[in-house]
């Protein structure tokens, strides 16, 4: 698994349904399916799968470019000696190194802006690759001051929900390039690095790409909007208390079911790929939070699922890998909570497995 990521900042009401030409499914013919209402005769899951289908086989009929070659990497180079001549190395190959990122992001994903029917004037590499480096720069600022790294969300956390939110307002699928850009970024730095250098600077870089992928600002806004101690507040609270076990657990488990499966990243056994995946377990859980806040499955449907199906066949993640992660999740999930706080997950966490079922995918 690959990292993965808001068509409005806003929550919407409980009761509304938007329709017609939402950012994320342009293109796409017929009624959104948000929100997941009470049973009145209508199975608001198979609904959801309906538009994931219509969804997928619109994006699917798009694909008519020819794949382009990714560009080499540069050549790696140890660097060796004292804290502040590494950040010097880093800040020197920082700029060339977002270039050559945003590169292969063309070469993986330029062929999407098309198939996805995205507006091509949302899709500014100059700023993007700016974007990436004044972030990136800031981790490196804090790893020369020898910041700790849980402080690098608080000097850092606020500056990255808003430039998420800068990207997913304007489509959430712009934030798929931006997310692959930061990736492609981390990866060229830190094959600059020794290994031991790896280790004491990755986990500045982890804390950046964590804050843009997970919608950490959209779940802060969606449970300040709830009143206090209602059972959905009280279940997502409960729920991210165990998000990072819960995520180790099901990527373990997939891991053991899919021996020698390989993405383009790596195997599963790889250490950068278990840090990715166990990151998109997290995501998946962090969505269902917002979902459940939000009382909408909305954010699924608008922005995980699209980016979904725009990053992971390009990545060669399979479904049926994504398929044996939720069920995995769903059990694991199950084994925390308590059964008052799974009711509350549960029509959503069906639902998202339903959408991404093989019964969406197959055709």
């Known amino acids: 698994m690959t990292s993965i ?32 209402p009470e049973a009145k005769g209508v199975s608001v899951s198979s609904l959801a799968v309906s538009w994931a289908k219509k969804y997928y086989s619109t994006v699917a009929a798009r694909e008519n470019q020819a794949p382009r070659q990714i560009p080499p990497s540069p050549e790696s180079t140890n660097f ?40 091509p004037i949302l ?26 790294v849980f402080r690098l969300s608080v000097l850092v956390g606020k500056d990255i929900i808003q430039m998420r939110r800068k990207y997913s307002e304007t489509d959430p699928l712009v934030l798929g390039f931006v997310a692959v850009e930061f990736q492609y970024t981390s990866k060229i730095l830190l ?15 982890k804390v950046v790409e964590d804050y843009l992928h997970i919608p950490y600002g959209e779940i802060n806004e969606a449970a300040a909007n709830q009143p206090p101690n209602s059972r959905a507040l009280l279940a997502v609270q409960h729920l991210l ?38 990151r ?5 859980q962090s969505y269902l939070c917002w979902c459940v806040l939000e009382g909408s499955i909305r954010p699924v449907q608008q922005e995980l699922f699209p980016i979904c199906v725009m990053l992971y066949p390009k990545l060669h993640v399979s479904w049926e890998l994504v398929q044996d992660m939720l069920l995995i999740l769903f059990w694991e999930i199950s084994d925390r909570l308590s059964s008052e706080d799974l009711m509350i997950f549960l029509p959503y966490l069906r639902t998202v497995t339903e959408m991404f079922s093989s019964d969406v995918f197959d055709n």
Do not use: M
Not at 85 to 114: C, M, P
Not at 280 to 284: G, K, N, P, R, S
């Open 191 to 205: 094959g600059c690095l020794s290994e031991l250098e790896r280790s004491e600077f990755a986990p500045y870089l």
């Open 123 to 148: 899709i500014n590499p100059l700023e993007i690759a700016a974007d990436t480096r004044t972030l990136y720069l800031k981790a490196i600022d804090a790893y020369a001051d020898r910041e700790p």
């Open 241 to 278: 208390q165990h998000t990072t076990q819960i995520a180790s657990a099901v990527y373990d488990r997939a891991s053991s079911q899919h021996q020698g499966y390989r993405s383009s990243s790596g195997y599963l056994s790889d250490r950068e790929v278990k840090i990715s995946g166990i």
């Open 280 to 284: 998109d377990v997290e995501i998946f």
């Open 80 to 119: 060796e000696g004292n804290r502040a001549k590494i950040v010097d190395q880093l800040k020197d190959n920082l700029k060339l190194a977002s270039e050559i990122a945003w590169s292969r992001v063309e070469a993986v994903l330029g062929e999407q802006i098309e198939r996805h029917a995205i507006d």
């Open 5 to 36: 990521s808001q068509i409005s900042s806003k929550s919407l009401p409980a009761d509304e349904l938007q329709h017609g030409e939402s950012l994320a499914s342009q293109g796409i013919s017929g009624s959104d399916i948000h929100q997941l």
